[in-house]
């Protein structure tokens, strides 16, 4: 069974701009959720996508925006983007829509802002 | 809040000698608890799992044991290679009334193997 996929890889952006990141889950998992990672604030939970619902969001602005299409793939939006946006963005996707499950992360988009 | 604290890093070894990585952690509920491993420019892999008190998880020769009484998930390996050189995440999960789960992380530990 194929991983967690995310693309891009890697993006340069601009202040100011705006970028999506994509992430397919694994085959049959329902719940996607996105997480950043930085070196000074470690990794970070930005929400949780299950089917096609955000149902938990972590603390960051409104400027990150998500969603998840029919088919359980996900998007991240971030507008506006500042220095500080700069980190490894991580997509990891879950088979339960209750309990315990483990969540399996993809390779992540690193982000830099220029 | 829900929480995790990790030994400070980095931790250098010689190879073949003994691993632990301390965890604990603070919740509000009764948590599943989690070993993530990330190599150089990867993602996160995950490790091992506990899903209640005194389960062990292991893989790999890693093993850790859910301490309910000392709120504990600590990490060891008997015998370390220089191929476990990694930042190691321990993590918790919640999964509340409504399905709702996140995972929360504690900083990480370098772990640095020597041959």
């Known amino acids: 069974k194929a991983g967690v996929t995310q693309t891009p890889r ?3 952006k601009t202040r100011g701009q705006q970028v999506t990141l994509s992430c397919s889950p694994i085959s049959g998992h329902r719940s996607v959720s996105w997480y950043q990672q930085t070196p000074g604030q470690g990794l970070q939970f930005l929400f949780e996508y299950f089917s096609e619902t955000q149902r938990n969001k972590g603390n960051f602005p409104g400027r990150f925006s998500g969603r998840q299409f029919s088919n359980s793939r996900s998007e991240m939006n ?3 983007l ?4 700069s980190a490894l963005y991580l997509c990891a996707s879950s088979t339960s829509d209750r309990g315990r499950g483990e969540q399996y992360f993809g390779p992540g988009t690193r982000l830099t802002v220029t | 809040g829900d929480s995790v604290t990790q030994m400070e ?9 003994f691993l632990t990585i301390n ?3 603070t919740a509000t509920g009764y948590p599943s608890l989690f070993w993530y491993v990330q190599y150089p420019g990867e993602g996160l892999q995950l490790l091992l799992k506990a899903t209640k008190a005194d389960d062990k998880g292991s893989n790999k020769g890693f093993e850790a044991t859910y301490r309910k009484e000392t709120t504990s998930f600590h990490l060891e390996k008997g ?3 220089v191929s476990d050189s990694a930042v190691y995440f321990c993590a918790l999960s919640l999964a509340l009334d409504t399905g709702r789960r996140a995972l929360t992380f504690g900083s990480g530990t370098r ?3 020597q041959p």
Do not use: F, K, R
Not at chain 1, 82 to 85: A, H, K, S, T, V
Not at chain 2, 9 to 16: A, D, N
């Open chain 1, 82 to 85: 500042e220095l500080g946006d």
């Open chain 2, 79 to 81: 015998s370390v290679q």
């Open chain 1, 10 to 12: 890697y993006l340069i």
């Open chain 1, 78 to 80: 971030v507008s506006t």
């Open chain 2, 111 to 113: 772990l640095q193997v």
């Open chain 2, 23 to 25: 965890c604990t952690y």
């Open chain 2, 9 to 17: 890093g980095p931790v250098t070894l010689s190879e073949e000698a």
